[in-house]
């Protein structure tokens, strides 16, 4: 984001034309900035090859994801689902790998249909695996018993969390691949999400490495993702020079006592789009308390839940009068809930309604994580670059939201009609 005198701009488009144009609440993403991020980590690590995946989790919209794939990577599925969204992306199989959690046989053979690397996240997955399909590739996510992350629920590795295969168990693991004749050409781990210093992941990573040396025929080596963004102020990223270069040496050492030079594995999802996205919201209302300022906006939980589930930080920015005097406000929503607020007790520039408030960091499980609760629909997401903008995913309507009900139980339009209502 950008501001000259009179205009706040994202991707060189004016926040009010966008608003204007495409309504709000609003999902916008700078192209640009997704492409600089990307190779920002990229340009950190120096050992090669190097192999980077986008994890779509934190944001699976097909024209983002085609963003990512331009510029060389390709894609970290968690679930079948967002297997299908890579491919119809235009990712490459080979190009895909799934790291799922709790994935039955049927889902197992949907993704196999697709020919794409599956990620073992438990001996007795990979048991089943083993048994159905025999003489495969396969891969195994190896917990290292080292956690990190912003919060407790974005801790993926430790000893109490649901993720991988405990590392000592891996001659177990082995065992069985050989008895079904599995080539386990890859080892992954994750240890958690939103981290900001990379020490924590060099400790893992180490623990990690020692444990998969006695794997014969790997190809690849992933050690996940996890990269975090400052939300907050007074937040720093990780070094990542001083990460690339501790992880590349560290890395190079491995290799050299396998005796096989190995492909180097990232699947950062959050540190690729996170600042790129922006959620455009318009306030209605400003009530005011006894103890608060509530401004009150048309978006809510339902479209950016980090601060409602994690405290999450998002910075606010008033798009629309950036210099009025700042005042004291807590930054709420339309669904009906207390916990339902972007920011608590921040000093914003006054907001009047029909003001567009910008909340930062939006690009990442933000849409992601949306969802239609309270009747609220889905907002529209655009992508903006040199001073134009594209839609890329349309807003929800209320006629989604009846989508699997009305062909079953034949309800009737109040008004009459067979289309709802222009506004909503
Ligand atoms: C297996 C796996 N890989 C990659 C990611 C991406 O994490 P992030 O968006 O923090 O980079 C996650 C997120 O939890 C994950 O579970």
Redesign the pocket.
Known sequence: MEFTNSECLMGGVSVSELAREFGTPLYVYEEELIRKRFRSFRDAIPYRPLRLLY?C??NSNLELMRVLLDEGCGI?A?SPGEVFFAIEAGCKPQDVML?GSNITDAQIAMVRHYDVLINMDSVTQLERYGAAYPGTECSL?INPEIGAGAHEH?V?GGPNVK?GIMHDRLPEALGIARLHNLKVVGV?M?I????LNHEPFIEAAKVFLESVRLLPDLRFVDL?????VPYGPGQQGADLKEFGKAVSGLFEGFCKDYGRELALVF?????YVAQAGHLLVRVVDVKKTRTHVFVGTDSGFTHLIRPALYEAHHEVVNCTRRDSRPIEASVVGNVCETGDYFARHRNIPEPFPGDILSIENAG??GYAMASPYNGWPRPAEVMVASGKARLIRSRESYEDLLRGQREIINIAYPWGETKQPESQ
């Not at 996940?224 to 975090?228: A, I, S, V």
């Not at 699947?267 to 540190?271: A, F, I, L, P, S």
């Open positions: 994890a989790k934190a970290d968690c790291t996510r974005v993926t993720f992954h994750h958690g999400s939103n981290i996940g993702g996890g990269f975090g699947e950062n999802g959050r540190y990442a499980y």
